[in-house]
């Protein structure tokens, strides 16, 4: 995968051709299309295995802030993650985001792969409600909140896509500054709960 990987990112969608993958891997076109028929499979093997590269690197990031029992922590979690995985696949991401914006199906629609980005919203989602029901976060719709996350991170995404000198850990320490005043509790709201206990309605959730 390295090889399309580097020729989407260099070349763009279109110019990344099963050819010129063939020729930077040094081996013959009918090697890679034994594998994939046509260059709509090498594509969705891109997608697949740079999606599994984001959940490898951002999953044991999210879970070592203890989002169950510290749900506030999750919200620097998140965007720090997604930073830090911008910064430390850029190729992937470069990639990722040409494909996103050139390859669509029979009906028009990007890759069905892509509807991943539903259940990160829904994820976080999750965890801000669990948040508000356990009083560490503040009064605000939780659904318009992770969308707007996950829409914040997208968009730093795609400026770093056009700036690859942009400073991406400063970029994202304004969000989560931003995203933490905005799901604060009430000042009048008393402190959260000390003992960082899930509500046992939560707990099989």
Request: with cysteine.
């Amino acid at each position: 995968m390295d090889c399309t990987i580097d020729a989407i990112a260099e070349l763009g969608f279109a110019r990344a051709s099963v050819g010129e993958v063939a020729r930077r891997a040094g081996i013959s076109k009918g090697v890679v299309t034994y594998h994939f028929a046509a260059k709509n499979d090498l594509i969705g093997a891109v997608i697949a295995d740079v999606l599994a590269s984001m959940r490898e690197y951002l999953e044991p990031r999210f879970r070592a802030a203890e989002p169950l029992q510290f749900p506030e922590r999750f919200i620097a979690a998140y965007v720090a993650g997604w930073a830090g995985y911008y910064r430390t696949h850029a190729r992937e991401v470069l990639a990722l985001s040409r494909i996103y914006n050139s390859f669509r199906d029979e009906s028009g629609r990007p890759d069905a792969a892509f509807d991943a980005r539903a259940e990160d919203v829904a994820i976080t989602e999750r965890v801000l409600r669990l948040g508000q029901d356990t009083g560490r976060l503040g009064t605000f719709d939780a659904r318009v909140m992770a969308a707007l996350m996950k829409a914040a991170v997208d968009d730093l995404l795609g400026q770093f896509v056009h700036d690859p000198e942009l400073d991406l850990e400063a970029y994202a320490a304004e969000l989560v500054t931003l995203f933490e005043r905005a799901t604060r509790p009430e000042p009048d709201a008393g402190p959260p709960p000390r003992t960082g206990m899930i509500p046992p309605h939560l707990e099989e959730q």
